[in-house]
T-cell receptor
Framework: ELKVEQNPLFLSMQEGKNYTIYCNYS?????LYWYRQDPGKSLESLFV?????AVKQEGRLMASLDTKARLSTLHITAAVHDLSATYFC????????????FGEGTQLTVNP | GAGVSQSPRYKVAKRGQDVALRCDPI?????LFWYQQALGQGPEFLTY????????KSGLPSDRFFAERPEGSVSTLKIQRTQQEDSAVYLC?????????????FGPGTRLTVT
């Protein structure tokens, strides 16, 4: 059974600081996804990482994938209040069929 | 173009009632997924359709849950004899092609509260 673990689950940081969210998964994966969810809203796709060593950046967020370590990171640079949300990583693989398996989510609060 | 839409957005049901939740995927999308998201948790897979065929229903938690997509577009998730543990947000997602490893686009969800 594919398992996905995120840490930390809760993150409170000050504006202007940097931090990294980690996503570990248990079996070989084909793709790794990062989503953002605002309270009461649906999931917004941030990044799709397709291969080992993939790195993608959008604004203050950068995601990377190490398939050998089964690890993805979401790095936040110079955080701003607008980044406050819950961030999920999700994985799919041939063995799990077409479903996405999600981590528990990291609730990020950026304080002024 | 329009994204995935779901209705109703909010549903309150008394324990024991039946409910039906609707999903309109992005036009032309082959694959449709249902997920259940409990408060403070990540979404969990319920079932998957490719066109009208339900290819995976292994995530449905009990035989009270039933999903259909008779014409390969709109899908309905039905929950019979609702229980309090069914309270959650039900998310629908669609993707353009069949098979795994294609990006899924999520709808706004239906928040179900069973009292």
């Amino acid at each position: 059974e594919l398992k996905v673990e995120q840490n930390p689950l809760f993150l409170s940081m000050q504006e202007g600081k940097n931090y990294t969210i980690y996503c570990n998964y248990s079996t070989t994966s084909d793709r790794l996804y990062w989503y953002r969810q605002d309270p009461g809203k649906s999931l917004e796709s941030l990044f799709v990482l397709l291969s080992n060593g993939a790195v993608k950046q959008e604004g203050r967020l950068m995601a990377s994938l190490d398939t050998k370590a089964r690890l993805s990171t979401l790095h936040i640079t110079a955080a701003v209040h607008d980044l406050s949300a819950t961030y999920f990583c999700a994985v799919d693989s041939e063995t799990s069929g077409s479903r996405l398996t999600f981590g528990e989510g990291t609730q990020l609060t950026v304080n002024p | 173009g329009a994204g995935v839409s779901q209705s109703p957005r909010y549903k309150v049901a008394k324990r024991g009632q039946d409910v039906a939740l609707r999903c309109d995927p992005i036009s032309g999308h082959v694959s449709l997924f249902w997920y259940q998201q409990a408060l403070g948790q990540g979404p969990e897979f319920l079932t998957y359709f490719q066109n009208e065929a339900q290819l995976d229903k292994s995530g449905l938690p009990s035989d009270r849950f039933f999903a259909e997509r008779p014409e390969g577009s709109v899908s309905t998730l039905k929950i019979q004899r609702t229980q309090q543990e069914d309270s959650a947000v039900y998310l629908c997602a669609s993707s353009p092609l069949g098979g795994h490893s294609y990006e899924q686009y999520f709808g706004p969800g239906t928040r179900l509260t069973v009292t």
